[in-house]
């Protein structure tokens, strides 16, 4: 088995790039492995491009929604809220986001307020996160 290495990062957008970069984008989609044994085997965060609060009556709706229109088919442990959220320049094309949960982090990096679904989840159209790797894909409206 190839063994994967993790993404380096070169830098991270600024504040005026983010909101550049952010233009467009209704959402982001990450799938990778759970680091939760015993647990569904994908961590998903779905990364909305607002930093509205959205009414806690419509969360669960949101959610649903995603795992309709991507065929989730089991979610456990739900986070949904507005978070800090950085770009990462990697080798790769887009920007990778970064939810920033350590505030020493927060002090050293650009970041932007954004609400994320972050969960555990089962779907067959994830297969790559079962196997181990991780990945984003931005949808534009």
């Known amino acids: 088995m190839q063994e994967m290495q993790a993404l380096k990062i070169h830098s991270y957008l600024s504040p005026s790039e983010i909101a550049a970069h952010l233009e467009g984008v209704e ?8 680091m939760m044994a015993g647990e569904l085997p994908i961590h998903f965060t779905i990364i909305l491009n607002t930093a509205d609060v959205i009414p806690e009556e419509v969360k669960p709706l949101i ?40 505030d020493a982090e927060a002090n050293a990096i650009p970041w932007t307020l954004l609400h994320i679904i972050d969960f555990l989840g089962d779907a067959e159209g994830f297969k790559e996160a079962k196997d181990g790797l991780s990945g984003w894909s931005y949808s534009y409206n």
């Open 27 to 34: 959402f982001i989609m990450m799938a990778g492995p759970s």
């Open 63 to 102: 959610l649903e929604k995603f795992c309709r229109e991507y065929t989730i088919t089991a979610t456990s442990h739900v986070l949904s809220n507005r978070e800090r959220i950085a770009f990462a320049m990697t080798t790769q094309e887009t920007p990778m986001p970064k939810h920033i949960v350590d």
